[in-house]
């Protein structure tokens, strides 16, 4: 338990480090393991003099710092007497070292040494591979982008970051352009696999976190760029529509062919048809128009010798019968 102010106390427990207003008697905030806690089980707090407040849990020191509240986790820093600690053992000395007590002896932290100025981690590529092993110097920026084969459909990275005070506190984190958005947090060092690229343009990234858990602005990157095979590039794509539609051009055109020419050989038919009964009514016509000047001539002959000659009109009568007839 740390009394910060005559408001503000620290508390220690089995489920976090809490804040508690004494005033307001109420609870300010709740720190657990996805605050940054190494463990929940808080056994020992003390001030350093310095904003911070260190902690002693079941899986070793962190520090707090009460003004950005961010926590440092020093679970496997080198030096300690293991990971787990003993409950209230601690004591601030005359000189600001703090000694905390655990089930092998005693830790002593001095506080000063991590307020010094932390240089930034330095990345490097220990290993990229795609089906052979790849040099992976030089080709960190644009103008100098790997040139992969077509087929390249694997990328395997394995990274890290170099602190010389302690490698162990940073922190990386890598995102791959073009194939995900989000970065991933991971610790140091590490790994990264990719399966199944295609043909295209890649960045891989990877920034690095110091022992203060500040990230670098400007961290490593590795461009390369995996060729296409003939058939995946974007000019055989083009002709490939292009041909599609082409074809599919010429089909809808045979198609439209074809029905016009049903339709014309239709058209043809009926023409056809329409000109036969126009010959045949024109034939009628004139066979009508021949029988009609007969029967007239005959009629008028018969008129003519009705009273002379009675068996002439008689004959003229018949014939005029016959040809009505016929």
Same mark, same amino acid.
């Given at each position: 338990m740390y009394e910060q102010n005559d408001s503000i106390l620290w508390i220690g427990t089995t489920a976090g480090l809490i804040q508690f207003n004494t005033k307001a008697l109420k609870i300010v905030r709740w720190y657990r393991i996805?605050?940054?806690?190494p463990n929940n089980t808080v056994y020992a707090i003390a001030p350093d003099g310095l904003g911070r407040l260190w902690l002693s849990t079941n899986r070793g020191l962190c520090s707090f710092d009460l003004k950005?509240?961010?926590? /440092?986790? %020093?679970?496997?820093?080198? =030096?300690?007497?293991?990971?787990?600690?003993?409950?209230?053992?601690?004591?601030?000395?005359?000189?600001?070292? /703090?000694? %905390?007590?655990?089930?092998? =002896?005693?830790?002593?932290?001095?506080p000063t040494f991590f307020n010094r100025e932390i240089t930034k981690p330095v990345i490097q590529f220990t290993s990229i591979n795609d089906d052979e092993r790849i040099n992976p110097f030089g080709h960190d920026q644009l103008s100098t982008t790997k040139k992969l084969m077509a087929g390249t459909s694997l990328m395997e990275f394995k990274f890290l970051a170099i602190d010389?005070?302690?490698?162990?506190?940073c922190r990386l984190k890598y995102k791959m352009d073009g194939v995900e958005e989000d970065w991933k947090e991971t610790e140091n060092p590490s790994s990264a696999r990719y399966l199944n690229l295609k043909p295209g343009h890649y960045a891989f990234r990877v920034l690095a976190a110091d022992a203060n858990g500040v990230w670098s602005e400007q961290g490593k990157a590795f461009y390369f760029e995996i060729a296409a095979f003939w058939w995946q590039t974007l000019l055989f794509k083009i002709a490939v529509i292009t041909a599609m539609i082409a074809f599919i051009a010429v089909l809808i055109r045979l198609w439209l062919?074809?029905?016009w020419n049903e339709q014309r050989s239709e058209l043809e038919k009926q023409l056809a048809i329409l000109q036969e009964h126009e010959r045949i009514s024109a034939d009628l016509h004139d066979d009508i128009g021949s029988t009609l000047s007969s029967i007239s001539v005959y009629s008028e002959l018969a008129d003519k010798y009705y009273e002379s000659r009675p068996e002439k009109s008689h004959e003229i009568v018949h014939k005029i019968s016959v040809q009505t007839r016929s």
């Open positions: 996805s605050d940054g806690l950005t509240q961010h926590i /440092i986790q %020093f679970t496997d820093y080198p =030096g300690q007497q293991g990971r787990e600690y003993n409950r209230h053992a601690v004591c601030v000395a005359r000189d600001g070292r /703090i000694l %905390f007590g655990g089930v092998n =002896g005693i830790t002593a932290v001095h010389y005070n302690n490698s162990k506190l062919a074809h029905k």
